[in-house]
């Protein structure tokens, strides 16, 4: 079982920044993909950005240029930095990580961003 705490969200003016942090503990050999996921209100949940073990990223066209994702292997911690933040952002943030077998979420974090 995997568990996976994420931290970093709150509120920032448009145009700021934030970083998210999500951090897998538990039993498993090894995370292969981790990301983030988003969930507007009234909307469904979309991807955000992904990353493999590896490091190969993905992200949503709506967040290329202004988002980052990265990882920390040997801590089992994925990273979002948040730049150039805008309204359209403002969601509940969702960590994701895969396993051999399973697809494991965080309980996600709010983030909120004002005009």
């Known amino acids: 079982q995997v568990q996976l705490v994420e931290s970093g969200g709150g509120l920032v003016q448009a145009g700021g920044s934030l970083r998210l942090s999500c951090a897998a503990s538990?039993?498993?050999?090894?995370?292969?993909?981790m990301g983030w996921y988003r969930q507007a209100p009234g909307k469904q949940r979309e991807l955000v950005a992904t990353i493999t073990s590896g490091g190969s990223t993905n992200y949503a066209d709506s967040v290329k240029g202004r988002f980052t994702i990265s990882r920390d292997n040997a801590k089992n911690t994925v990273y979002l930095q948040m730049n150039n933040l805008k309204p359209e952002d403002t969601a509940v943030y969702y960590c994701?990580?895969?396993?051999?077998?399973?697809?494991?979420w965080g309980k996600g974090t709010l983030v909120t961003v004002s005009s």
């Open positions: 538990g039993s498993f050999f090894r995370l292969n993909a």
């Open positions: 994701n990580a895969e396993s051999t077998l399973y697809i494991y």
